[in-house]
């Protein structure tokens, strides 16, 4: 069985903001080669 944990911040802090909006935000840092990418747009 699979298993998907969703922390709303590192502390909770954005809990109410997903609540509210029925939304779940999944961000993560990119390896420095591909911020400055000009595929990007």
Do not use: I
Not at 8 to 37: H, I, N
């Amino acid at each position: 069985m699979a298993l998907w944990l969703f922390r709303a911040g590192s502390r909770g802090e954005f809990e109410k903001k997903f609540l509210d909006e029925k939304r779940v935000y999944v961000t993560w840092e990119l390896p420095r080669g591909l911020r400055k990418s000009s595929h990007w747009r």
